[in-house]
């Protein structure tokens, strides 16, 4: 439904396409960020990281703090550029775009989920979700709050819809921003330890929201320290110091446990 | 040498709020200069008003006799009560301009200048010379003589002025000197040169050397009553020995002026406290909403165990300096500020600024006011940290906390489809202290400067009114009486002259018989005067509305209207009431059948009929009322000027519509320009404080903007939302700009009508003041503009990393 609605508006192209792999969600080449930490010296969040992820891929990133996580996930959020190296999202290079051309991609192309919810305190849930369809505009004025109310209703949060955040629970908090960061039907949703803030069972809900969204052929990049979430990943990418240490393919190892079993 | 790690934190904290601490300290030195200049100003203009016409000792009781010989001066000198006495006289003139225009001139006579007793003209640096032939000009005229300068020549030779005498002749007199009279309304308000000779000149100019004023002064004036039964007795005794008084005048013991420059005082004293409010709810805010920050910091260093000392001390080093700046920058611009504003009054209000020097005590407290109240606003959050657990205060995110306003906001504020604006007009309801401060002191000084163009326009729309109900459009005050019909054949014979018309003046007394007996009122006998108009019988100039009543048959001979001024200051006279109009020795009842109104004149009206029988003046006109053909005054004015000439009956005075006008005008804006000040100065801390608050908006959301980016939101589109919470609290200052002036107006028109005009007073919106609030508003969206695009240029990481 969603998809239909969007698909009926989406009329301009992401800027700079290039020829990529149509399977490939996410492409980072050899990507380096350093930050200024003195006048004479630079620290490295991140020291020439190369992934890449296909689309519909559920991958989690673990590493300790400081290992450079969020670094990476603001730079596939297209919220950060890359020192050194190309950042390739959805086939559109995000390198020397110019912010306002980024900012109307991000909208279109990634849904993001905070730990802390993010959600704008003076408006209501529904109010959150529209408003990230109306700073977008692709889907249409008039299909806007029915949109946002079968949003809020796959995240089982038609009641509340005209409640402000302050009068919904953490779970509920987290269950509205998810509904947002899928207001414009983008096909990556990243996201920063989403359930970080929840207890056990509500982030168990989460991570069963967030495997709908694999199902459905979104592509999701979430970084974690949930061993529920991480273990629901298809992969899991682990950074250490800025550096890729491991990238497995949980997915893989999945399918050939049950074969190994009946062996 | 090693920085403590103190001093490093306030180091640090300056160079992240160093856009905050500028807003601060610029709104600390502006509020400062503000409240220092508005408490100055009324500091000094209060004392040095009342000392200014002390200085004047002016005289209490004014008799009248046709000679002042020396024998009656010291007769009077000698009665008890009386401290001083002195001989005067006045007279009217008028005073050539290079142009061909005559401008009025009174002129008095004083016996001498170094012997002056009382109502003293002061010379500025110069002693009196002796003996000299000279003018002595009131320096408020300056500017009127100044706009001709062929008259005042700037040669070694001493400039002179061409004055016409009474028999028509023109003299050249030298202008010896500029004086002060500190006793009598500025010449530029009251449009007539006051001059001051001694009996040889005035012999020079064709007038008797002769006095005809007896000034008394009291040893000591409690009250009106007390100089009025002075005055009574002077009479009953100046009688017995044979030298009536023609007319005994108690005089007010206070300037001309006072009421006009009481209001004026009244308003700076609301300038100060307004400044004084803002400046500090300002100040209270700014600081306190910079240092909200701060508490989750507050709560790290008391987990660090930091004692609450040691965190005062902490932020004190940082506000401190700030505030101090303030006080070194602010204060000697505020005291720079007050002494122009003192400056300006001096020269409009004609007054002598003897001690420019504030009191200490005021300007000590201004001094601890401006350390105290910033620092209060520190200590606000501080405290507010200081009670709560190390905990809380580290969790507290400083923004997330939704108020009652917010929440009432959320509930009724919604625009369909429009959830970004949406957004932004609630924004404007989360800090609604802030709202509200911003709102009065945005709507307050567009409410006052647009109360002040309102209430100018319908005070000139008064005028106006009142001038064209007069029916003339010049009026000619001759010397000499002559008959009517003599003194409109000289004026009809000036070219465009329409209408020409002979009426008569006389000063009454009144006695009003309705009440009791005249003679159990004898202190209130002399204080009840007005002047009878006579008015042709035919005639066409007689214009003035009748409000009340009906106007007197022509052929009646005890009728008379009253204007509604003369009624409202002896509210026991009403129409259909009976009174005894007492001219010298004649008395004559009369009956009040109509009200009439016309602007500030305590008069009666009456046909020739009455006005003879109580007067006994008989066909004796003195002033000519012209109605001209088309709207060329000067013209007129010069003809009839010059054909009054030739006819060896100079004019004392030739007062067209527009002079009335321009004298009207200088009347308002003296309260006016203050009005203005006090609009300029709270719009502009109003604006000032919606670009400060945009600052500390943007400042205080970096987490709201990066939430925006990350769906999507170019900056354009979040400038323009943050732009909007500006605008939006532009807007609606501006519609309550609009009501306050209009409420303000229409309570200003209702004093002005009943208490200074005493004519209908209707609002009349000013367009001009509304065009000028526009710019004003647009002035301060441009602000808010760029302080939005300064603000908002924080990178989406940036942004995003926020906490």
Not at chain 2, 303 to 332: D, E, N
Not at chain 2, 430 to 437: E, F, T, V, Y
Not at chain 2, 703 to 715: F, K, N, S, Y
Request: proline share 5%; with cysteine; glycine share 6%.
């Amino acid at each position: 439904m969603i998809a239909d609605a969007i698909q009926n508006s989406v009329t301009t192209p992401p800027p700079h396409s290039v020829s990529v792999s149509k399977i490939a969600m996410i492409e980072l080449n050899a990507v380096t960020k350093s930050f200024p930490s003195s006048a004479s010296q630079a620290s490295h969040a991140l020291r020439g990281v190369t992934i890449k992820v296909l689309t519909g891929e559920y991958v989690a990133v673990l590493g300790k703090s400081g290992s450079g996580k969020s670094t990476l996930l603001n730079l596939v959020a297209g919220l950060d550029r890359p020192s050194a190296g190309s950042v390739c999202i959805a086939g559109s290079l995000l390198a020397d775009q110019p912010v306002s051309a980024l900012a109307r991609w991000r909208g279109r192309q990634v849904g993001v989920v905070f730990q802390f919810f993010q959600l704008l305190p003076t408006l209501t849930a529904l109010e959150n979700i529209m408003l990230a369809m109306e700073l977008v505009a692709v889907v249409p004025t008039s299909k806007r709050r029915r949109v946002a109310l079968d949003l809020l209703a796959r995240v089982d949060l038609c009641e509340h819809a005209n409640k402000l955040p302050s009068m919904l629970s953490g779970g509920q908090q987290q269950r509205a921003a998810i509904a947002r960061a899928l207001a414009n039907d983008p096909p990556l949703v990243v996201a920063d330890e989403p359930t970080g803030n929840l207890d056990t069972e509500t982030a168990h809900d989460i991570n069963g929201l967030f495997q709908q969204l694999v199902a459905e052929g979104k592509t999701l990049f979430i970084v974690t320290h949930d061993a529920n979430i991480a273990g629901a990943a298809d992969r899991i990418i682990e950074l250490k110091d800025g550096l890729v240490v491991a990238d497995t393919s949980v997915k893989s190892a999945r399918m050939a446990a049950p074969r190994s079993a009946k062996a | 040498m090693r920085m403590s790690m103190r001093w490093k934190k306030v180091q640090g904290d300056i160079q992240l709020y160093r856009t905050q601490l500028f807003a601060i300290a610029l709104i600390l030195i502006l509020g400062e200069a503000g409240v220092t200049a508005a408490l100055n100003a009324h500091a000094v203009l209060k004392r040095e008003i009342a000392a200014s016409f002390v200085s004047a000792s002016a005289a209490d009781i004014s008799l009248s006799f046709e000679h002042v010989e020396p024998p009656l001066l010291a007769i009077v000198a000698a009665e008890p009560g009386v401290a001083a006495v002195e001989a005067r006289r006045r007279f009217y003139t008028r005073v050539a301009a290079n142009d061909g225009r005559w401008l009025s001139m009174r002129i008095t006579v004083i016996p001498d200048f170094a012997l002056q007793k009382m109502d003293f003209l002061h010379m500025h640096g110069a002693l009196w010379p002796v003996g000299d032939e000279g003018i002595y000009l009131e320096q408020s005229g300056q500017t009127l003589i100044d706009a001709r300068p062929a008259i005042v020549g700037v040669s070694d030779k001493p400039p002179t002025l061409k004055i016409r005498t009474s028999s028509g002749d023109i003299v050249s007199a030298p202008l010896t000197a500029f004086v002060h009279d500190p006793g009598i309304a500025p010449s530029t308000q009251e449009r007539i040169l006051e001059a001051y000779v001694t009996p040889k000149t005035a012999l020079m100019l064709g007038q008797s050397a002769n006095f005809d004023q007896l000034m008394v002064k009291m040893q000591k004036r409690i009250s009106f009553n007390e100089a009025a039964a002075l005055g009574a007795a002077l009479q009953v005794t100046l009688a017995k020995l044979g030298a009536p008084a023609l007319r005994m005048e108690v005089l007010p013991a206070m300037h001309p002026h006072n009421a006009l420059m009481n209001a004026m005082l009244n308003v700076l004293r609301v300038l100060a406290v307004m400044a004084f409010i803002c400046s500090a709810a300002m100040a209270s805010y700014t600081v306190s909403a910079c240092m909200r920050r701060e508490v989750r910091v507050i709560g790290i260093m008391k987990t660090m165990g930091a004692s609450g000392f040691q965190i005062c001390k902490q932020y004190l080093s940082l506000i401190g300096p700030i505030v101090l700046l303030a006080v070194a920058f602010g204060l000697p611009l505020g005291i720079l500020l007050g002494r122009a504003v003192i400056q300006y009054y001096a020269v409009s209000l004609n007054i002598d600024i003897n001690d420019p020097h504030v009191p200490s005590s005021l300007m000590i407290q201004q001094i601890a006011l401006a350390i105290c109240i910033p620092l209060i606003a520190v200590a606000v959050p501080m405290l507010r940290a200081s009670r709560m657990t190390a905990q809380a205060a580290v969790n507290d995110a400083g923004i997330v906390e939704l108020d009652l306003a917010s929440r009432f906001a959320a509930k009724f504020v919604k625009l369909p489809n429009q959830i970004g604006l949406t957004l932004a007009l609630r924004n404007t309801w989360r800090r609604p202290w802030r709202l509200m401060i911003m709102l009065l002191g945005l709507a307050a000084g567009g409410g006052l400067m647009l109360m002040t163009h309102n209430s100018m326009e319908s005070f000139m729309r008064v005028v106006d009114t009142s001038l064209a109900n007069q029916g003339h459009d010049i009026a000619v005050r001759v010397r000499r009486v002559q008959p009517a019909s003599d003194l409109e054949m000289i004026a009809r014979a000036v070219p465009n002259v329409k209408i020409a018309e002979g009426w008569r003046r006389a000063g009454v007394d009144l006695i009003d018989t309705d009440r009791a007996p005249a003679s159990s009122r004898a202190d209130e006998t002399n204080s009840k005067r007005a002047t009878l108009v006579g008015y042709p019988a035919e005639t066409k100039l007689f214009k003035l509305p009748v409000v009340s009543g009906r106007l007197p048959s022509a052929d009646a001979a005890h009728e008379v209207l009253a204007t509604r001024a003369l009624l409202e200051v002896y509210p026991t006279l009403q129409v259909g009431a009976t009174i005894a109009l007492k001219s010298g020795l004649r008395q004559v009842t009369v009956t009040i059948v109509g009200l009439v109104e016309e602007i500030a004149s305590a008069k009666l009206y009456t046909n020739f009929a009455t006005f003879d029988a109580v007067t006994g003046l008989g066909d004796a006109a003195d002033v000519i009322r012209i109605k001209i053909n088309g709207d060329q005054l000067e013209p007129v004015v010069s003809g009839l000027d010059q054909a009054f000439l030739s006819a060896q009956n100079p004019p004392s005075a030739v007062i067209s519509r527009s002079v009335v006008r321009d004298g009207l005008e200088e009347h308002f804006k003296v309260v006016s320009d203050v009005v203005r000040m006090v609009a300029l100065a709270a719009a502009l801390i109003g604006g000032i404080m919606l670009a400060a608050t945009t600052l500390l908006n943007i400042s205080e959301r970096t987490r709201e903007i990066g939430i925006l980016c990350t769906l999507g939101a170019t900056p354009r589109k979040i400038g323009l939302l943050l732009f909007a919470e500006g605008a939006s609290v532009m807007f609606f200052s501006f519609i309550l700009a609009v009501l306050i002036s209009i409420w303000l107006a229409l309570a200003i028109l209702n004093v002005a009508e009943h208490q200074m005009l005493h004519v209908a007073a209707p609002l009349h919106f000013s367009f001009k003041g509304l065009a000028i609030l526009v710019s004003g508003a647009i002035v301060v969206l441009l602000s808010v503009l760029v302080t939005v695009a300064y603000a908002a240029r924080k990178t989406i990481r940036e942004a995003v990393a926020y906490e």
